[in-house]
């Protein structure tokens, strides 16, 4: 099992960028299904973006295409999510998640053991 830290987040301007890391202790995260989620107020959770550890396919959400990235650093053990363009609509508590065992499909349908304290993400001007 892995546990999981994030940092980062806060209050950014519409168009703006933020980065949010999530750090990883306990095993190592290059065996693992990485993902970033997101709950708005009042709204289910959401897949932001995953690495499926299966083919290594990246699987990213429609509404974050283009704008969002996640990246890993083995060396640091560390997962990150880069948002770029920020909208208002990006708003929500932000989660990083790792899987250690491998499904079918797009990552960002599956089950994850393992879950960072999660951060909160505010675009607003």
């Known amino acids: 099992q892995v546990h999981l830290v994030q940092s980062g987040g806060g209050l950014v301007q519409p168009g703006g960028s933020l980065r949010l890391s999530c750090a990883a202790s306990g095993d190592h995260l290059d065996v693992y299904t990485i993902g970033w989620f997101r709950q708005a107020p009042g709204k289910k959770r959401e897949g932001v973006v995953c690495?499926?550890?299966?083919?290594?396919?990246?699987y990213t959400a429609d509404s974050v295409k283009g704008r969002f990235t996640i990246s890993r650093d083995d060396d640091e053990n560390t997962m990150f999510l880069q948002m770029d363009s920020l909208e208002p609509e990006d708003t929500a508590l932000y989660h990083c998640a790792a899987e250690f065992a491998a499904g079918l499909g797009s990552c960002l349908l599956w089950g994850y053991d393992n879950w960072g304290q999660g951060t909160q993400v505010t675009v607003s001007s």
């Open positions: 690495i499926s550890s299966a083919d290594g396919s990246t």
